[in-house]
């Protein structure tokens, strides 16, 4: 599949995969100077880039591991989804979540992106729904006793 890339800064880098079946395309961070990150917070790092996505695709921006390990630092919202009707630069808001100071170098990678279709769905109000096995059982319901 061909993604249509607009490098919006000429320091961008495409995302690159790292292997040869990666799930996930490495997103650098597009930046002049180093971006320090404090304990428990979170920046906005920009990738210098935008995406054209086919309809009925999303990028789903994920933590590198290297990354989340060493670090500390991942996503904020866990997961980062960039719609296929979105034009702007992608960005990763990347938190913090050790106890000390971390830094992120102009070109460093920052986070992966997956490519993924999705379904749109047509909600329906019922008055009623079907019964299962579990029923209303939440969180922990389906674990060991």
């Known amino acids: 599949m061909k993604i249509n890339i607009k490098k919006l800064n000429g320091k961008a880098v495409i995302p690159v995969y790292g292997s040869e079946f990666a799930a996930g395309a490495d ?14 917070a979170t920046e906005v790092i920009p990738t210098g880039i935008a995406l054209e996505l086919p309809i009925g695709y999303a990028g789903l921006i994920y933590a590198r591991s290297g990354l989340a390990t060493k670090k500390g630092l991942a996503p904020a919202n866990k997961v980062g989804v960039v719609d296929c009707d979105y034009r702007g630069e992608v960005k990763v808001a990347l ?43 939440g969180f922990g319901s389906t674990g060991s006793k």
Not at 27 to 40: F, T
Not at 107 to 112: D, F, L, S, T
Not at 120 to 133: G, I, W
């Open 95 to 137: 938190h913090n979540h050790s106890e000390t100071a971390q830094t992120i170098a102009a070109g460093e990678r920052v986070a992966q992106l997956v490519i993924t279709p999705y379904i749109t769905a047509q909600f329906v109000e019922a008055e009623e729904l079907s019964d299962t096995a579990r029923g209303a059982g």
């Open 27 to 40: 997103l650098y961070a597009c930046i002049d100077k180093d971006v320090e990150i404090a304990p428990h």
